[in-house]
């Protein structure tokens, strides 16, 4: 074994988790197992992957728009993203295929985690007359979908490089079967539902 891959094994084992699975790991997860009466510990719902993606229909029309997604979306989440290209070609927008015209990152395990505890107690805080996520955009097996419409409100973007405003959809992926299991997870993970 190289020199190199020993050094990465142990800074990995060494790097300690993140707080909000530390969390799920201690109390959330047996919350949810004495609220919902699971019989396994298997059947808890527990959070799969995140993905975050950045839709730039101008990119048809100027190239240099998804550097800057690109740039946005690798300083948020930490992970260089995807570029999507259009599948066919629209003449109506201009469109041919195989043009860029987004981005998206999808993040697993200790970057998801980290990134979950940002956006939950940094990044939806500082939204502008926030006053909640819509408990109704579930689709149906406990899935999450939100948008966010700007980038700013991640403390990691410098807001004097902003060349323009770019929002952003999250899909937060879970185990669950049901969107109230679901709803219980991601509210116990944090996340400011709307009281309906």
């Not at 300083?75 to 995807?82: D, E, L, S």
């Amino acid at each position: 074994m190289s020199e190199t891959t020993e050094m990465t094994e142990q800074t990995a084992a060494e790097r300690p988790a993140p707080r909000l699975k530390e969390r799920y790991r201690s109390e959330i997860r047996d919350a949810l197992k004495s609220e919902f009466g699971y019989a396994n510990v298997m059947q808890i719902p527990g959070v799969t992957k995140v993905v975050v993606n950045m839709g730039v229909g101008e990119a048809a029309r100027d190239s240099k728009l998804i550097d800057g997604a690109i740039r946005d979306l690798t300083t948020i989440t930490g992970q260089k993203p995807r570029v999507n290209r259009a599948k066919k070609s629209i003449a109506q927008f201009k469109l041919r295929e195989g043009m860029p015209i987004g981005a998206n990152v999808t993040l697993r395990g200790d970057r998801m985690w980290e990134f979950l505890d940002r956006l939950v107690s940094v990044a939806l805080p500082r939204i502008r007359d926030f006053r909640g996520l819509s408990p109704k955009q579930f689709d149906g097996k406990g899935n999450y979908t939100f948008g966010l419409t700007e980038q700013s409100m991640f403390h990691e973007i410098d807001q004097d490089k902003i060349d323009r405003v770019r929002g952003m959809d999250i899909t937060v992926v879970t185990t669950a079967e049901t969107d109230d299991e679901g709803r219980a997870l991601l509210r116990a993970l944090g996340f400011p539902f709307k009281e309906n």
